[in-house]
């Protein structure tokens, strides 16, 4: 069971589409001007060209459920902006120190080291003003508040800051299984994070939130193992990294297919990790 890749192209391109529009609209420049061109170095990184694969996701849990509504598209778009946060924090010298991304001047670059952080701090902030205002709106505010939640353990401390601070303050992996120790708080929390935002937004019940964050989890660690191996990262690991490539696909997709036929689009998303389109 699978969505045709021409079928999943067009619903990508249609809920990229829709997600720019919200992004676009919700950070217009206010009335009363932008000090220290905060709202413009949000902006510059946010509406930035990029794939929108982790609110993609939201949005295809969200739609295992039910049909996808303004306040559930708010939450899902939320997921972005935590992304959009943490690229712009792990560029500053401070953390991996990178001068350009996705073919242009990093954010610090752009704006200055200070504005960049604080461009971060209001990404994130914003991230949980959005899925608590979706929750306000609706009739299920505590699906909205379990989002909150599950994005915020998924950012801090026990998620992408501590593989960020895994990554900076220890040695290189010398296992495939350290790797994907790392993998699995750097990136990997906050894919999980994202099927389970996407989930709860369209008020899935728990055993379907449990499916949705095995797949998250398995999915992340797959996307950064397709990142590395692309990139030609940890070339040391290459090997047992494709292997696991394929096996942690399978996983993903074997955690959601009970979900029946509504669960097609994640599994077309899984599989293309491992078969990109040509």
């Known amino acids: 069971m699978s969505a045709s890749p021409e079928s999943l ?3 990508a391109a249609a809920r990229r589409a829709e997600l720019d529009r919200l992004f676009e609209t919700r950070l217009a420049t206010p009335a009363d001007g932008d000090p220290g061109h905060l709202l413009e170095a949000m902006r510059y990184s946010l509406l930035a060209p990029g794939k929108r694969v982790r609110p993609l996701l939201a949005l295809a849990a969200a739609e295992t459920v039910a049909p996808v509504d303004g306040d559930v598209l708010l939450a899902c778009g939320a997921v972005e902006l935590v992304h959009c946060y943490s690229l712009i924090h792990d560029d500053l010298p401070a953390m991996d ?8 001047p990093s954010n610090h670059k752009a704006f200055g080291e200070a504005t960049a952080i604080l461009a971060g701090d209001a990404l994130l902030t914003l991230a949980f003003d959005w899925i608590a205002e979706a929750g306000e709106r609706g009739s299920r ?38 790797l994907e120790t790392l993998h699995g708080e750097k990136t990997g929390a906050l894919f999980r994070a994202a099927l389970v935002v996407g989930g709860c937004a369209g008020g899935a019940p728990p055993e379907a939130l449990a499916a949705m964050a095995r797949f998250g989890t398995a999915y992340g660690v797959a996307f950064q193992h397709a990142d590395d191996i ?28 009970p979900l029946g036929q509504r669960s097609e689009r994640l599994v077309a998303l899984a599989r293309a990790l491992a078969h990109p389109p040509e």
């Open 141 to 178: 505010p505590q699906h909205f508040l379990a989002a909150s939640r599950a994005l915020a353990q998924a950012a801090g401390a026990f998620g992408m800051v501590r593989g960020q601070a895994r990554d900076l303050g220890e040695p290189e992996p010398t296992t495939l299984a350290a």
């Open 230 to 257: 692309a990139d030609e990262e940890h070339s040391a690991h290459a090997a047992g990294a494709r292997g696991r490539l394929e096996a942690l696909v399978a996983d993903a997709c074997a955690a959601v297919v």
């Open 9 to 11: 192209t067009a619903w």
């Open 97 to 104: 120190d990178d001068d350009f991304r996705r073919g242009r």
